[in-house]
């Protein structure tokens, strides 16, 4: 799954000579938190309603900014950005990192569109195919070649298709691998995996 198929757009804009009054009556108006600003149609910053708030803070460093005060003088600068083809994982590893709750995402120069933290977890939905009638497993599997094939080929073979499979490190020798499969009679399936010498941690084994 790539940027563009979760960014919103078209995308909504406030010029940097824009007051701090007017950005923040966009941002309730619409119900978003984050709005790139612009300098002659170009992405010059980003603006978002904490910012906001804080400038006309009395709290705020050097004291509070007037509600007409520009927004170009309390935006963040530079920008970073997503290109539409960078996989959302690349941008949710990077909002993670410096710890944004946004990226403008732009085409060359062009603003195209902006994805959100909450377009990233809409996109963690779809990838691991929760909103489909399915069941869960998750197996403990050795980190070597032919395991994960053999996992699916198995399930194969018993008729049980797959949804979505997600892996990711236990510790230096495994790795857990989560399964969406199509049905909901997960404890029986996950019975037939531990009778072939798989290691499910879910769903548990039933007592008795």
């Not at 010029?15 to 619409?30: C, F, I, K, P």
């Not at 309603?49 to 963040?76: K, Q």
């Not at 990077?94 to 809409?122: N, Y």
Request: proline letters at 8%; glycine letters at 8%.
């Amino acid at each position: 799954m790539l940027v563009k198929d979760v960014m919103r757009y078209p995308v909504l804009t406030v010029d940097e000579r824009a007051t701090l009054r007017s950005a923040y009556q966009v941002m309730q108006d619409h119900q978003i938190r984050h709005l790139p600003v612009t300098k002659a149609g170009k992405l010059v910053g980003m603006v978002t309603d904490r910012d906001i708030r804080l400038a006309v803070s009395p709290l705020a460093e050097g004291g509070p900014r007037h509600l007409e005060a520009a927004v170009g003088s309390i935006m963040s600068q530079p920008v970073l950005s997503a290109d539409p083809l960078d996989p959302v994982e690349e941008a949710a590893r990077l909002m993670r990192r410096r710890k944004i709750g946004a990226l403008p995402v732009l085409e060359g120069e062009e603003l195209v569109g902006i994805v959100t933290g909450i377009d990233l977890l809409d996109a963690l939905v779809t990838l691991t195919g929760v909103e489909k009638p399915s069941g869960r497993i998750e197996v403990r599997l050795p980190d070597r070649p032919g395991e994960l094939g053999r996992l699916t080929q198995f399930l194969g073979r018993e008729g049980i298709n797959i949804h979505s499979l997600l892996t990711y490190p236990d510790d230096p020798k495994t790795v857990r691998t989560v399964l969406r499969v199509g049905t909901p009679m997960t404890h029986q399936v996950a019975e037939m995996l531990r009778i072939e010498g798989f290691n499910v941690i879910w769903p548990p084994q039933k007592k008795g």
